[in-house]
């Protein structure tokens, strides 16, 4: 399984990116996909997660009603759109794919097994 993250980079706060993650090697359309994200010194963090189908999705607290994450199952993608972004966003972005097939929806890093190398945002005051 490989996943590949993209769409990081620097941005003023208020801004807004679009990160995406390819993946491959899996029956991508079967395995619920998560985003995490580690800042500098601090622990890594649930940030979003999308079931197999698409129909239920769970969001970190900090993220509630700026983050969306969506996925293209035809694409074998997932997106994370961020919108108002703060200064604390700042962290590298990792997405993962679930471990179980068809589980419900997690926001625990153990239940996934497969990650993706990292896409960096930077959000500038």
């Known amino acids: 399984v490989q996943l590949q993250a993209s769409g990081g980079g620097l941005v003023q706060a208020g801004g807004s990116l679009r990160l995406s993650c390819a993946a491959s090697g899996r029956i991508f359309s079967y395995y619920n996909m998560g985003w995490f994200r580690q800042a500098p010194g601090k622990e890594r963090e649930f940030v979003a997660s999308i079931r197999w189908s698409g129909g239920s999705t769970v969001y970190g607290d900090s993220v509630k009603g700026r983050f969306t994450i969506s996925r293209d199952n035809a694409k074998n993608t997932v997106y994370l759109q961020m919108n108002s972004l703060k200064t604390e966003d700042t962290a590298v972005y990792y997405c993962?794919?679930?471990?179980?097939?068809?589980?419900?929806?997690?926001?625990?890093?153990?239940?996934?097994?497969?990650w993706g190398q990292g896409t960096e945002v930077t959000v500038s005051s």
């Open positions: 993962a794919v679930a471990r179980r097939l068809a589980a419900p929806v997690s926001i625990v890093p153990n239940e996934y097994d497969y």
